[in-house]
Nanobody, 123 residues
Framework: QVTLVESGGGVVQAGGSLRLSCTSSSEIVRYTMAWFRQAPGKEYEFVSAIKWPDDSSYYKDSVKGRFTISRDNAKSTVFLQMNRLKPEDTAVYFC?????????????????WGQGIQVTVSS
């Protein structure tokens, strides 16, 4: 069974930074991977994705220029570097993999999910 495990969340003041990691025991992270988030009372929303095979990256408009997605295949890990964090970034963040379709922003297109990790940005 393929698993994804997120780490690196926590509480940070507005303007601060966090780096989320998503690690797997399989090679799933070599392929297209994504980060989603869910704020309290809201639906899941796409944050970022890194595509296989060229590592092209995609971002939600509100995080462009502040967040960076990357991966280290040797460590089977995908990262989300989050800078200049804002209170509206507060959410549970999930990594997802095993893309079933080309639409990166659709949660239904990912077959494997991590358990999620809390990110809280205080004002």
């Amino acid at each position: 069974q393929v698993t994804l495990v997120e780490s690196g969340g926590g509480v940070v003041q507005a303007g601060g930074s966090l780096r989320l990691s998503c690690t797997s025991s399989s090679e799933i992270v070599r392929y297209t991977m994504a980060w989603f988030r869910q704020a309290p009372g809201k639906e899941y929303e796409f944050v970022s994705a890194i595509k296989w095979p060229d590592d092209s990256s995609y971002y939600k408009d509100s995080v462009k220029g502040r967040f960076t997605i990357s991966r280290d295949n040797a460590k089977s890990t995908v990262f989300l570097q989050m800078n200049r964090l804002k209170p509206e970034d507060t959410a549970v963040y999930f990594c997802a993999g095993n893309l079933l379709d080309l639409k990166l922003e659709n949660t239904a297109n990912y077959a494997t999910w991590g358990q999620g990790i809390q990110v809280t940005v205080s004002s």
